[in-house]
């Protein structure tokens, strides 16, 4: 049944929704870089600066489409989160003068724990993985009646999140490919649904956390490992069954890349280009520098810098 929804999720209805969230999300831009100021060779690599997002993350997008389209009681909204999607929804609910209560478990990184601790919410550390502070977080909607908003298996996240699709669309016409880093696949399923085979969309995840790589070769979403370096933003246990609708008609091709590569591709970006960013928002650019994704000679890649929160810069 939930799969069925990913019809809704279509570029119609991410553009409508793009006019309701723009003054509250930035635009962020694009940088085109030489291919060989970072080791490789090809055509120049266009990046998204999404890091450069409200909280450090595409995740802004999402909750404010959430909390601008659905009614918020007085018990305010709730969220499980490995850290970004805790902190954006935080931050919208601040803005628009909610309460808010969020999940993380304990795996979740000290600079996400204290973003989301800055935007006034509520903060329940507890449980070992993602899957842990989602069942205490749906404990809390049953009993409050807060509003529960979900990271990925939500068509108002999923809206939100295809926005990025729709700016890079517009800033990078010219691009062939566009990579994308995969956890439960909201960002990648709203990107996939307004770009419809427009531009490539190729996921990259993490070898320690394969949950659409296994569940595209399962054909359907499946358990997978929700372990690695990213672990706190690319590894739910399973992807979600709304966008796997729309990875199965535009997404077909998944990588997986090791840790060591997803530490590389931070280090390389710091070193050349002076951007911070946290395994999770790297790893798309591991794809190229692993050689797990390989461009044709004429392929233009663009590279989705998805989130920077990390305490690789002490204040």
């Not at 809206?159 to 016409?173: K, P």
């Not at 729309?246 to 997404?251: N, P």
């Amino acid at each position: 049944m939930t799969a069925g929804l990913a019809h809704q999720i279509n570029r119609e209805a991410i553009a409508k929704n793009y006019q309701l969230i723009r003054n509250h999300v930035r635009r962020t831009p694009v940088a085109e870089v030489a291919a060989e100021d970072l080791g490789l060779s090809g055509l120049p690599i266009t990046f998204k600066l999404e890091l450069l997002q409200h909280t450090g993350s595409f995740k802004a997008r999402g909750a404010f489409t959430n909390l601008l389209t659905r009614p918020v009681l007085a018990a305010g909204v709730t969220a499980a989160s490995g850290g970004n999607h805790g902190a954006a929804v935080a931050f919208a609910a601040q803005k628009l003068g909610h309460r808010a209560r969020i999940f993380v478990p304990r795996i979740s990184s000290p600079a996400k724990i204290e973003r989301i601790r800055s935007y006034d919410a509520e903060l329940v550390v507890e449980g070992e993985r993602y899957d842990d502070a989602l069942a205490l977080c749906d404990e809390h909607a049953t009993e409050t009646g807060a509003l529960k908003i979900h990271a990925f298996e939500q068509i108002e996240t999923l809206l939100g999140q295809g926005s990025v699709g729709l700016e890079f669309e517009e800033q990078a016409s010219d691009v062939d490919t566009l990579l994308v880093a995969t956890g439960g696949g909201g960002l990648i399923g709203g990107i996939a649904a307004f770009l419809e085979d427009r531009i490539k969309v190729v996921s990259v995840e993490p070898e320690l956390a394969p949950t659409l790589h296994d569940a595209l070769k399962a054909g359907k979403p499946v358990d997978a490992p929700t372990g690695g370096v990213a672990a706190d933003s690319l590894a739910p246990r399973r992807v979600g069954e709304i966008m796997f609708g729309i990875a199965q008609r535009h997404i077909k091709n998944a990588v997986l890349v090791p840790d060591e590569t997803i530490k590389k591709a931070q280090a390389l970006l710091w070193d050349r280009l002076r951007v911070v960013a946290e395994p999770g928002g790297a790893a798309a650019l591991a794809a190229l520098l692993s050689g797990r994704y390989v461009p044709s000679p004429n392929e233009r890649i663009g590279v989705l810098l998805c989130g920077a929160n990390t305490t690789a810069v002490s204040l």
